[in-house]
């Protein structure tokens, strides 16, 4: 047996030999270029790939060397159909061979020179900007869309080379452009100074660039000077180191006042909590902590009020004289009886007094 004969034996049985081929990702139908690029890589990569194209021309059956030839290809065969959806799968498991198994999914799923395919990927690609994206995450986006696009379009120009690499400059300025104006303001001082190079860069030293300059604000940030007070803030984490020399002729900062305390509220005698009685005041006493509706002059005093409080309540108001008690107020004094009933407030004749002077307390 010759050397030629006995290579491609050794190709098929190492095929034979090989593991499956799993990819990052399974054709389902929107994501061909995709699929067919990782899926060639790995089918030229295990030296597999005339089971895809036909070349050179396999041999007819019966031949020698069919047998192993088609083993061979069932393995390729494998390696595409694992790696398509289910419903896809059933559409195309009926090929007899790699080749046609892989021209008919070509078939099915490349778009190639389509304008409405070519209108829909300029206009994503006009409108794509970084936003809250990484810059990573940004160009990543937009340079899939211009593969797309050179991928799906026609060479318009093949009259000569040097229209040729004319209108590749011109495609490669308009993607620089749309690159740059796509970045976020905090890239504006690397940005004006791609634009001042002569000639200009290509979007893909560009994005170097500017991949460069994000590196360095993320270990130097930017100064920021604040226009009022003159201090400059370089982004560090402290808030009191390299705010220059304004910061020391500020005041220092007040202290944050604590909240007004609440008046705390005591139990009473049936195990309830009493209101704040500090703002409560009598119309008829003139008293404060209490109101007209609960003074002890006119309900009267309650049981477990002892004589001597009765005495003191008497003589916060007023002077008992006799059989009166003589009201301090003004410079006039009004005699009262208060030897009647609880609640008779009516003033005696000849008081003159002005009406909320009187009060009235049982003699002792």
Not at 22 to 40: D, F, H, I, Q
Not at 110 to 122: G, H, N
Request: aromatic fraction near 8%; hydrophobic fraction near 30%.
């Amino acid at each position: 047996m010759s050397d030629d004969e006995e290579k491609p034996n050794m190709e098929e049985t190492r095929l034979k030999m090989s593991k499956n081929v799993t990819l990052a990702v399974k054709l389902n139908g929107m994501n061909y270029p995709l699929w067919k690029r990782l899926m060639r890589v790995d089918i030229v990569g295990r030296r597999a790939n005339r089971y895809i194209t036909g070349t050179p021309q396999p041999p007819e059956p019966g031949m020698k060397g069919y047998t192993e030839w088609e083993e061979a290809d069932m393995t390729v065969f494998s390696w595409i159909i694992d790696n398509v959806e289910t419903e896809i799968v059933v559409d195309f498991a009926h090929h007899q061979t790699a080749q046609a198994l892989w021209e008919s999914l070509q078939t099915t799923f490349e778009s190639t020179a389509d304008p409405y395919l070519l209108y829909d990927l300029e206009e994503n690609a006009g409108r794509i900007e970084q936003g809250e994206h990484g810059l990573e995450t940004y160009w990543r986006h937009l340079h899939g869309i211009w593969v797309e696009i050179d991928r799906c379009q026609h060479q318009p120009v093949d009259c000569c080379d040097e229209g040729i690499s004319q209108l590749r400059t011109y495609v490669a300025t308009r993607r620089l452009f749309k690159f740059l104006t796509g970045l976020n303001a905090r890239y504006d001082g690397i940005r004006r100074d791609i634009l001042k190079e002569t000639p200009l860069p290509s979007a893909e030293t560009a994005y170097g660039l500017v991949k460069q300059e994000a590196t360095r604000l993320k270990i130097m940030p930017a100064a920021d000077i604040d226009l009022q007070t003159g201090a400059i803030n370089d982004g560090s984490s402290s808030g009191q180191v390299g705010h220059g020399f304004a910061v020391r002729n500020q005041p220092p900062p007040r202290p944050k006042q604590p909240p007004p305390r609440i008046a705390a509220q005591q139990p009473n005698r049936q195990g309830g909590f009493k209101p704040d009685k500090s703002k409560f005041w009598c119309s008829h006493c003139g008293k404060q902590r209490h109101t007209r509706d609960t003074c002890f002059l006119l309900v009267g005093f309650p049981e477990w009020w002892d004589e001597n409080q009765k005495a003191k309540a008497r003589l916060a108001i007023g002077v008992e004289d006799g059989g009166g008690l003589f009201l301090q107020g003004a410079g006039n004094r009004e005699m009262t009886n208060t030897r009647g009933r609880a609640g008779d407030t009516s003033p005696q004749p000849g008081g003159g007094g002005r009406p909320g002077d009187a009060a009235f307390a049982e003699k002792k």
